[in-house]
């Protein structure tokens, strides 16, 4: 069976970081994705080169926290509030042409920092599942197109889902491929494959961080403050890994 664990966050800010440059080091991750807006992200991109792990990197799109990297969307009160974003989108609400377009360049120019930064983009997903949203999703999909990035994180398809939302993510998970991206036959989280077989062909989605002992988990919810979850740790022993980069 191949698997590909992807954690997401890298570059959000230090702890995240280390955390996943340890992941890597122990084997429990195949691939990650980084914010190109995140408060760690240059010291993340040196942390990769140093650990070797630089050309397991995909882009994290972020709309929904942190500073914007363009002017345009900060006047857009979809998306942000006091120059930041909110994350508070209405996932279902129709785009205005100025605000298409406030994405497209805010899309841009995080490919566009991962570029210069010397790292090739081998893969892409967003922070709180963005992409997913039906008037954003062909946003992401120009911009990755742009920027010839065919491999693209799907639409959660594992784990408890109601019948009118499996119907929504089939029919976004079919489009994408319609479109020409290659992804995972299955995608989920820890949780979502915990009491279940693991699928073949399957992206996981981890988010690793260290507790208050310093113990590496996947964080999977934060309460006051300190990042709380499953431990990260290998879904089971028959299982091949594989990368985005083989897909």
Same mark, same amino acid.
């Given at each position: 069976?191949?698997?590909?664990?992807?954690?997401?966050?890298?570059?959000?800010?230090?702890?995240?970081?280390?955390?996943?440059?340890?992941?890597?080091?122990?084997?429990?991750?195949?691939?990650?994705?980084?914010?190109?807006?995140?408060?760690?992200?240059?010291?993340?991109?040196?942390?990769?080169?140093?650990?070797?792990?630089?050309?397991?990197?995909?882009?994290?799109?972020?709309?929904?926290?942190?500073?914007?990297?363009?002017?345009?969307?900060?006047?857009?009160?979809?998306?942000?509030?006091?120059?930041?974003?909110?994350?508070?989108?209405?996932?279902?609400?129709?785009?205005?042409?100025?605000?298409?377009?406030?994405?497209?360049?805010? +899309?841009?120019?995080?490919?566009?920092?991962?570029?210069?930064?010397?790292?090739?983009?081998?893969?892409?997903?967003?922070?709180?599942?963005?992409?997913?949203? #039906?008037?954003?999703?062909?946003?992401?999909?120009?911009?990755?197109?742009?920027?010839?990035?065919?491999? +693209?994180?799907?639409?959660?398809?594992?784990?408890?889902?109601? +019948?009118?939302?499996?119907?929504?993510?089939?029919?976004?998970?079919?489009?994408?491929?319609?479109?020409?991206?290659?992804?995972?036959?299955?995608?989920?989280?820890?949780?979502?494959?915990?009491?279940?077989?693991?699928?073949?062909?399957?992206?996981?989605?981890?988010?690793?961080?260290?507790?208050?002992?310093?113990?590496?988990?996947?964080?999977?919810?934060?309460?006051?403050?300190?990042?709380?979850?499953?431990?990260?740790?290998?879904?089971?022993?028959? #299982?091949?890994?594989?990368?985005?980069?083989? +897909?």
């Amino acid at each position: 069976m191949n698997v590909i664990i992807n954690a997401d966050d890298f570059g959000l800010n230090e702890h995240c970081s280390f955390a996943i440059a340890e992941a890597f080091e122990k084997g429990l991750i195949t691939d990650t994705t980084i914010i190109a807006n995140g408060e760690y992200f240059d010291d993340a991109v040196e942390l990769s080169r140093k650990n070797h792990f630089n050309d397991r990197i995909g882009i994290h799109f972020n709309i929904t926290e942190g500073t914007p990297l363009t002017e345009n969307i900060k006047k857009m009160s979809a998306f942000t509030e006091n120059g930041r974003f909110h994350g508070k989108i209405n996932r279902i609400k129709p785009l205005s042409k100025d605000e298409k377009t406030a994405v497209y360049e805010e +899309l841009s120019a995080q490919i566009i920092k991962i570029e210069n930064a010397g790292l090739k983009v081998t893969h892409a997903d967003s922070h709180h599942h963005i992409h997913t949203a #039906i008037f954003i999703a062909p946003i992401f999909m120009r911009v990755c197109k742009e920027h010839g990035i065919n491999k +693209l994180r799907l639409h959660r398809n594992i784990g408890s889902i109601s +019948l009118f939302k499996k119907l929504i993510k089939k029919s976004y998970n079919s489009f994408l491929r319609k479109k020409g991206f290659v992804t995972t036959k299955f995608f989920g989280s820890l949780e979502d494959i915990k009491n279940r077989a693991v699928f073949e062909n399957l992206e996981v989605m981890v988010h690793p961080d260290f507790d208050k002992q310093g113990k590496l988990i996947d964080r999977t919810d934060v309460q006051g403050g300190y990042p709380i979850g499953l431990e990260l740790k290998k879904i089971c022993e028959y #299982i091949k890994l594989t990368s985005y980069g083989e +897909l």
